[in-house]
């Protein structure tokens, strides 16, 4: 009885030393900052958060989605910078569709979209058109949009493949106090500084 006794006992911690582990290795969401490796390009410092896709997809992109942004820095400010430009890297081929512009008083253009759809933090989803990337499997987005996202907690993106299937995306901001790179440093290096309002 007591053979028995010892051996769930030691089952048990075995249990729970495997569970330890397991949770330990969930990376925490973090902003990692590199330098542009274009050498024709001004310099910028890159900044990307990786995320997540929610459900299963069919072409199974090589690596995890991406939000990148892509500041300048500022030589009249020491630290801070000019936000460039900001790109959700999904990896895989989006659907673009093409809209005409009314502001063009010659002519007619159209220009190259993506249909996405965010939500912040569970609020209300915002539609809106964006750019695609020459790669057609990133989109870009605007300093406005950045602003917002750096407030949230969790973002959860959606668009759609080249055959229609909506690809759903997550993206969680760091905890202040856990991540090395905060938000808030992310924000100065881009010269977003009113993320109160």
């Known amino acids: 009885m007591k053979s028995h006794l010892i051996l769930i006992i030691l089952l048990g911690s075995a249990g729970l030393g495997v569970a330890a582990r397991t949770q330990q290795a969930v990376p925490l969401p973090s902003w990692q900052e590199s330098q542009s490796k274009d050498p024709v390009d001004e310099p910028r410092r890159q900044f990307s958060l990786t995320g997540k896709f929610l459900a ?80 057609k499997s ?30 759903l995306l997550q993206f969680d901001m760091p905890d202040s106090a856990a991540a090395p790179l905060t938000s808030a440093q992310v924000a100065e290096a881009c010269g977003v500084n009113d993320l109160q309002k």
């Open 56 to 135: 299963p997809l069919q072409g199974k992109p090589a690596n995890p989605p991406t939000l990148l942004l892509k500041c300048a820095p500022d030589e009249r400010s020491d630290g801070k910078g000019k936000f460039r430009v900001g790109v959700v890297v999904v990896g895989l081929p989006l659907k673009i569709h093409f809209v005409e512009i009314q502001e063009r008083k010659t002519g007619i253009s159209y220009y190259p979209e993506v249909s996405v759809s965010y939500r912040l933090d569970g609020g209300k989803a915002v539609k809106d058109d964006w750019p695609p990337r020459s790669d």
């Open 138 to 167: 990133s989109v870009e987005f605007e300093k406005s949009d950045f602003k917002k996202m750096l407030r949230a907690h969790t973002i959860l993106i959606t668009m759609p493949d080249k055959d229609g299937r909506q690809v």
